[in-house]
């Protein structure tokens, strides 16, 4: 399913499949003039092709969660595509995923994506583009006319939960990074941010990451630390944690701001 809206000059697009009548979770894909920014997942990916339709452009991918680049199969060979130059792997030898997340998003097809440089332009448009590891080690953003396109870098201040992968320390120094830049939105996988929701973002990681810090100088297991910051998790917490036997969970959010293994 694919649902478009506009905010100023950008076309929205959230993806999501829908069960039993409802969309378990959306991410959210960008045009903007001859960009489109991200593409859904894969069991989208033919509605995108069908919603482009005629559309020129190029395709920038931001990292190679499934969410963010299983639209582009369908877009390959009449578009060109590009992605982080450490994304191309995983794009062309894409890892089986765990069943929830086929169940929700699809499998991957092998894609292939040209390398992107540090800026392009297309269109006239200047593209800058800016490491921004964290959320994945490959993930990227871009700046453009003001307007910065962050994939996975930003979440809701209160977030909860992060996949075992995920370095929130490396998310915060991104953070900061984009923050010099001159930008008013960020357009990213879970919708549009105003650069002071990006700042109330950081500011809310490096509150949470002090509380996390002291506790485990107080001897706290990050187990314990999870009972203290994340006392009533609603429901939606529970069951990530559950259903993706612990990939997403409030405790890889604890053992990330420390610098723990999980």
Known sequence: MLVPSSHGDVKVVKSGVEFSGRVPYWTHFYLYKDLIVDTGCPHTAVEVR?????RKGVVLLTHH??????????????????AP?????????????????????????PLKAHPLP??????????EVFETPGHTFDHVSFLVDGKLFAGDLVVAPGQMVCMRQEELRDTMISLRKIL??????????????????VKAYLEYLGELRKKVEELHRKGKSPRDIVKEVFPHPPEIVQLMEVVSDGEWSRENMVRSLLGLPR
């Open 180 to 197: 010099k830049l001159d930008f008013e939105y960020a357009y990213t996988g879970v919708g549009v941010f105003s650069k002071e929701e």
């Open 50 to 54: 069908e919603f482009l339709g005629e």
């Open 85 to 109: 130059l450490k994304s191309l792997p995983l794009l062309e030898h894409p890892p089986e995923l765990p069943d929830y997340r086929k169940l929700v998003w699809g499998q991957p097809q």
């Open 65 to 82: 969660h499934e969410d963010h680049i299983g639209g582009a199969i369908a877009l390959q060979g009449r578009l060109k595509i590009f």
């Open 118 to 127: 540090s800026s392009l332009c297309f269109g006239g448009l200047e593209v």
